[in-house]
C-alpha cells in the first residue's frame, strides 16, 4: 500500500542554518505530496504541495519539489528562523482514492536555537 | 468561528467507558475527515464523509468506533468500552470539497485510564 517516509527528528539548527528535511514515499497511483506543519499547541496546517511531477511547492521561504524519478518531496529552506521550530509532517493524496485520505509520514521536530 | 473546531481538547475516560468527540467543520465544507495520531506518528485515516453519509469508513479500528454527521455539518465521533489503546489524538479535518485543501483543527486529546 501507498506510504510516506520522512527523516527521524529531532533535527537542532542554528538560526540562519539550511534546512533539508527528507521525504519519499511508495504509490501505486498518482499522488498529490505536502508537507504540513505543526506550531507547539495549534492544530496541523498546510506548508506546500505538488500535483504532479516536477512541481515546485513553495510557501513561507520553503520549497519542496516533486521527484518521480526518486519518489521523493525533499522539504528546504535557505536561512531558518526560531519561529520555524514545529514538527513537519510529510503527506501523500492518491488521486485514484475517491476519498483522497492523506497517508502521512511520522514527523520530524525540527529545533531552532538563536 | 472561522476554523474547524473540536470538543473537548482533552477528555480523560475510564476504561470501559463510552465517550463522544465532537467536530464542527468550517461552514458549507461537504468533505469531513476523521483521523487518530499517536504520540511520535503520524495521522491515521479513520473516516471520511461526504455530505451526510460514511463513504469511507475503513479506517475504523473495530466496530466500538462509529461516527456520524446527520445534518452534514457537525460530526461525531463515538467510542465505546473505551481500552487504554485507544489514548490518542483524535484529528477532525474539512475540505470544500474532496480533492480541495484539508482544514484541520486542533484535536481531542483522549486519554483511557
Known amino acids: 500500500g501507498d506510504s510516506v517516509t520522512q527523516m527521524e527528528g529531532p533535527v537542532t539548527l542554528s538560526e540562519e542554518a539550511f534546512l533539508t528535511i527528507n521525504c519519499t514515499y511508495t504509490?501505486?497511483?498518482?499522488?498529490?505530496l505536502f508537507w504540513y506543519v505543526q506550531y507547539p499547541g495549534e492544530g496541523l496546517q498546510l506548508l506546500l504541495k505538488?500535483?504532479?511531477a516536477d512541481d515546485k511547492g513553495s510557501n513561507k521561504g520553503f520549497e519542496a519539489t516533486y521527484r518521480k524519478e526518486t519518489t521523493s518531496f525533499h522539504l528546504e529552506k535557505g536561512s531558518v528562523q526560531v519561529s520555524d521550530s514545529a514538527v513537519y509532517f510529510c503527506?501523500?493524496?492518491?488521486?485514484?482514492?475517491?476519498?483522497?485520505?492523506?497517508?502521512w509520514g511520522a514527523g520530524t521536530k525540527l529545533i531552532i536555537k538563536p | 468561528g472561522a476554523g474547524v473546531s473540536q470538543t473537548p481538547s482533552n477528555k480523560v475516560t475510564e476504561k470501559g467507558k463510552y465517550v463522544e468527540l465532537r467536530c464542527d467543520p468550517i461552514?458549507?465544507?461537504?468533505?469531513l475527515y476523521w483521523y487518530r495520531q499517536s504520540l511520535g506518528q503520524g495521522p491515521e485515516f479513520l473516516i471520511y464523509?461526504?455530505?451526510?453519509?460514511?463513504?469511507?469508513d475503513s479506517g475504523l479500528p473495530n466496530d466500538r468506533f462509529f461516527a456520524v454527521r446527520p445534518e452534514g455539518s457537525v460530526s461525531t465521533l463515538k467510542i465505546q468500552r473505551t481500552e487504554r489503546g485507544d489514548s490518542a489524538m483524535y484529528l477532525c479535518?474539512?475540505?470544500?470539497?474532496?480533492?480541495?485543501?484539508?482544514?484541520f483543527g486542533q484535536g481531542t486529546r483522549l486519554t483511557v485510564v
Open positions: 503527506a501523500l493524496s492518491d488521486r485514484s482514492r475517491s476519498n483522497y485520505q492523506l497517508i
Open positions: 504509490a501505486t497511483g498518482y499522488p498529490s
Open positions: 479535518a474539512s475540505s470544500l470539497r474532496s480533492n480541495t485543501e484539508a482544514f
Open positions: 464523509f461526504q455530505g451526510t453519509g460514511a463513504a469511507d
Open positions: 461552514s458549507g465544507h461537504t468533505a
Open positions: 505538488a500535483t504532479k
